[in-house]
């Protein structure tokens, strides 16, 4: 079964670092691109960027440049999101997806969603 | 950049019911639209890319169409599970990817 695990929910206070993680299994991790997908009840669903875990290639949407860094470990089939300072406005719920290809340019494969609570 | 506006942003409908729920892009985006279903507490789940192709598993009463900039998924024969939110997605050669707001679909 093709699956992406996703670490817990985080409460975090302004400032602080963190990074979560996505895992996959099921299928060769370092072949397909993970993407990140923010959702919040004001904005909805919003692209992130990606990675190429076999040789850590990242995209940035132009939203998300400088704000996060995204990384692969390929040997543990894990990826991450890292934020080095973060701000109230990065309270959301974060998914990883699987993105399907050039033949299935769509997130066929989703994670539960890591929920990051950022607040003094 | 290509904004999606979905309409409407919410309905109600009776089982046995066709839905229909419209993704209009503001700029001409071929076949470039995907549909997306997500329950309440879930992660969405894909039910149609490239505008008309039906993911693997998803039921046939899920269809969608459409080209350029209007888009439609219907849904033939409303099931209880298929309340939720569903979701259009735009995608470019810039490998960017927009979302519309979402329809809300509800029981009546």
């Known amino acids: 079964e093709v699956k992406l695990e996703q670490s817990g929910a985080e409460v975090k206070k302004p400032g602080d670092s963190l990074k979560i993680s996505c895992k996959g299994s099921?299928?060769?991790?370092?072949?397909?691109?993970i993407v990140w997908v923010r959702q919040t009840p004001g904005k909805g669903l919003e692209y992130m960027g990606m990675?190429?875990?076999?040789?850590?290639?990242?995209k940035y949407s132009q939203s998300f440049q400088g704000q996060v860094t995204i990384s692969a470990d390929n040997s543990i089939s894990t990826a991450y999101m890292h934020w080095y300072s973060l701000e109230a406005s990065d309270s959301a719920l974060y998914f990883c997806a699987r993105h399907g290809g050039s033949k299935k340019v769509a997130f066929d494969v989703w994670g539960p969603g890591t929920m990051v609570t950022v607040s003094s | 950049d290509i904004q999606l506006t979905q309409s409407p942003s919410s309905l109600s409908a009776s089982l046995g019911d066709r839905v229909t729920i419209t993704c209009q892009a503001s700029?001409?985006?071929?076949?470039?639209l995907n549909w997306y279903q997500q329950k309440p507490g879930k992660a969405p789940k894909l039910l149609i890319y490239d505008a008309s192709k039906l993911e693997v598993g998803v039921p046939s009463r899920f269809s969608g169409s459409g080209f350029g900039t209007v888009f439609t998924l219907t849904i033939t024969t409303l099931q209880p599970e298929d309340v939720a939110t569903y979701y259009c997605q735009q995608y470019n050669n810039h490998a960017t990817y927009t979302f519309g707001l979402g329809t809300k679909l509800e029981l009546k």
């Open positions: 990675i190429w875990p076999g040789d850590s290639e990242t």
């Open positions: 700029h001409d985006i071929n076949n470039y």
């Open positions: 099921g299928y060769k991790f370092s072949s397909q691109w």
